[in-house]
């Protein structure tokens, strides 16, 4: 397995894999996310930032790009006091989950981020996602911010 930044050839497969994860979302933790909203002229420019932008990579097993990260570096700003590194969505292929693929795609957007001196991360997780709640647990993440709703069209944890 082999991590490297993506480029705009990569676009197509990125599309894909952000629908596969909006689509896992949709059917089990946020139905009122929009479906098909990568491929939306909105999608297409998230994407091209964070390539152009960000940073953003993907994985690839015999040639085939299997998973990606998308992440950044929050802007420095006059209300916080250190910059952190950001993962705002990643996904690797289901037929391909399991096999430390996440993992180092994680690892590798650290490694970037440390090289920038940066050294806090961030991610935000659906609460019910135990799954992906448990992927960052492993890797060292501790909860911290809890987002409280009110939206009839979404369960929460407490309505369990
Ligand atoms: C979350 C995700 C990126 C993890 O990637 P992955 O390649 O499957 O993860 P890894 O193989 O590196 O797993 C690392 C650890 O997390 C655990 N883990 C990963 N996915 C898990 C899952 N779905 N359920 C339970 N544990 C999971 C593994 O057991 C593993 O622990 P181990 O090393 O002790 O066995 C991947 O499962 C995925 O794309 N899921 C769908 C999209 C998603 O949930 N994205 C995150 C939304 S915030």
Partial sequence: MKIRRASMKDMKTLLDLYDELLELE?????????PKWS???????????MINGSYTSVAEVD???VGYLAGKINEKND????????????????????Q???TALIKDFMGYCKENGIED????????????INFYHKLGFGDFDVTLTINPKV??????
């Fill in 121 to 132: 991360f961030k991610v935000v997780a659906c609460a019910k996602d135990r799954d992906a």
């Fill in 79 to 98: 209300y916080e006091l250190y910059q952190y590194g950001e993962i705002d969505n990643i996904c690797v292929t289901k037929e391909c989950r399991g």
């Fill in 26 to 34: 949709i059917a089990k933790y946020d139905p009122t996310l929009i």
């Fill in 63 to 65: 040639d085939k790009v």
């Fill in 100 to 102: 430390g693929i996440g």
């Fill in 155 to 160: 369960k929460t944890l407490t309505e369990d």
């Fill in 39 to 49: 491929y939306t002229k909105h999608g297409i420019k998230y994407f091209t930032e």
